[in-house]
């Protein structure tokens, strides 16, 4: 009779073998299809689900596999200890960070590391060198080469630097360091005219506007303001890339501080509490929207918050008054852009929901498309918009939006209409990077992956390269991607496939900032460190 027990007992433990087997067959086909849909939260959700299957596996064998009553007691107190150890750890000893990536998943350091305020203090306040003249190093040496990217994404904001054709061999011909140097907290990037490269960072309870020489890296002056934007995900610090108009440079703060700096020393124009004075609430994220100067009319124009009144306003340069605003939809992330559709000069602003064209010297509503966004109030639109020919532009998002082409044309009365020309959710998911676009494909990190899609039909043409959430800008016939684990990759702009032509680690750590390449001279940064690369080039085609 016992040995029928014990027998059964065993038989029994033996038949629950499902159990392990269902959870880890059910983990594995969990991450085939993260991967298959190119889920934005793939890494924090194969991690979550791996911990959920340990869990279950040792429920199942501390209580369901045949354990004698003595082992599945030491079972179940060696796992409680387990547990008890692991929660311990994380909440005497262990430090979040934020994001480790864009997926989401989370950073920690241990509590006795030095947070990047704690290294910056410990390093000292840098020195400001003379503020009028910066050190000019031998890094003209190419006659004409212009050394200008005065605001986010190169001169033309949409991620296309002109005039440059870069060696593709980096084993034979490096890129050059020229300097590297800790920096603030931030995903600013630099604006760059001349000698001068301008960004923003946070230094304490402080937001800096700060202006480095190009040739050296050296701090040439500083405009700081007491405000610090603070975000559990996607950490602390300044978004926006500054602007740079001749001889000033507007940036605006994650807070919504609007300020216009003297380029040379960096003394106040004016300044402007863009939310503050409309009463509105910052977005999730922080502002991260650049502004844009329309040069003609001598206006700046942003973006304002949460409410959609305004959500379009612009400010005279000259004096910062405030000038013509449009609203009618929450802002986004996105920065405004200037741009010719169907002959007619405009500003286009993608907001939460739609995407609308005004008349820059008035404001007035010159169209309106509808564009919902995605699957939650989170949902944060990032990817400029890219022109497309005369009439068409391209636009791209994460979080189940995924990217849209759109057609203007106008009646015979002149009266605007838009139409869409296809809509995908399966391709060029950018998230916090935009597409660029060269003749009829556009290239871009969709959620985390390089691709190139067909802007006839909107379909994905192919995917390689896995970079993570980083940037990426065109030169010539080559795309420049600065990978989010910091390093700088060269991959050929061809419809036919992916082919990486060279890399080079550039950075270390977490990067989601958007790389500057003014003539051959390339800034990149993230939120510890900021350097300088001469690349190489193969010719240099100057444009009077």
């Not at 004698?68 to 929660?87: D, E, H, N, T």
Request: hydrophobic share 40%.
């Amino acid at each position: 009779m016992n040995e029928n027990k014990k027998t059964t007992s065993k038989d029994n433990g033996t038949k629950r073998l499902w159990i392990p087997v269902v959870v880890m067959f059910s983990y594995c086909a969990a991450v085939a299809w993260l991967t298959w849909t190119e889920s934005m939260f793939r890494n924090s959700a194969v991690l979550a689900l791996g911990l959920l299957a340990v869990l279950l596996i040792w429920i199942w064998w501390t209580f369901a596999s045949g354990l004698k009553r003595a082992a599945m007691g030491w079972s179940l107190g060696l796992g409680v200890a387990c547990i008890g150890g692991v929660a311990l750890i994380l909440a005497k000893w262990v430090r979040y960070e934020g994001s480790a990536d864009g997926s989401a998943l989370p950073k920690l350091a241990w509590v006795w590391t030095a947070t990047t305020d704690q290294r910056l203090e410990q390093s000292g306040a840098p020195q400001l060198e003379d503020r009028a003249a910066p050190e000019s190093r031998d890094i003209t040496e190419i006659p004409g080469l212009h050394l200008g990217s005065p605001q986010y994404l190169g001169p033309q904001r949409n991620g296309r630097i002109d005039g440059v054709t870069l060696a593709s061999n980096w084993d034979a011909r490096p890129p050059e360091r020229l300097w590297s140097q800790p920096i603030g907290l931030g995903w600013s990037g630099f604006a760059v005219l001349g000698m001068r490269a301008v960004t923003q960072e946070q230094r304490g309870e402080e937001e800096w506007v700060s202006c480095y020489d190009l040739g050296n890296g050296k701090l040439l002056w500083v405009h700081s303001d007491r405000a610090r934007f603070s975000e559990a995900m996607g950490s602390d610090g300044p978004r926006a890339t500054p602007t740079i108009s001749g001889a000033r440079v507007v940036t605006m703060g994650a807070t919504g501080i609007l300020n216009c700096l003297n380029l040379k020393d960096g003394t106040l124009i004016w300044t402007r509490d863009v939310l503050t004075e409309h009463k509105q609430r910052n977005l999730e994220w922080g502002k991260a929207a650049s502004p844009l100067i329309l040069e003609s009319e001598g206006l700046v124009v942003v973006t304002a918050g949460r409410e959609g009144t305004p959500t379009v306003l612009t400010y005279r340069l000259d004096s910062g008054e405030p000038n013509w605003s449009w609203g009618g939809d929450a802002a986004s992330y996105c920065s405004p852009i200037e741009a010719s559709l169907l002959g007619v000069r405009q500003v286009i602003s993608v907001n939460e929901n739609t995407i609308v064209g005004l008349e820059p010297e008035s404001g007035k509503e010159l169209w309106v498309h509808r564009w919902p966004r995605g699957i939650s109030d989170s949902t944060a639109k990032s990817g400029q918009p890219q022109i497309v020919g005369e009439n068409r532009i391209l636009l791209t998002a994460s979080y189940g939006v995924g990217s849209l082409l759109i057609e203007l044309s106008r009646d015979e009365q002149g009266a605007w209409k838009t139409s869409e020309a296809w809509r995908s959710k399966a391709s060029m998911k950018t998230k916090f990077s935009s597409a660029c676009v060269k003749e009829n494909y556009a290239y871009g990190i969709d959620e985390g992956v390089f691709a190139c899609q067909d802007l006839a039909t909107g379909r994905r043409v192919w995917k390689g390269g896995r970079y993570g959430y980083g940037q990426n800008l065109l030169v010539g016939d080559h795309l420049l991607i600065q990978a989010e684990n910091g390093s700088v990759v060269l991959v050929a702009a061809d419809p036919a496939e992916h082919r990486e032509l060279a890399r080079f680690p550039a950075l270390t750590g977490k990067t989601w900032n958007v790389p500057t390449l003014a003539g051959q001279f390339l800034l990149v940064r993230n939120d510890t460190e900021a350097a300088c690369f001469r690349l190489p080039l193969e010719k240099t085609l100057v444009a009077e």
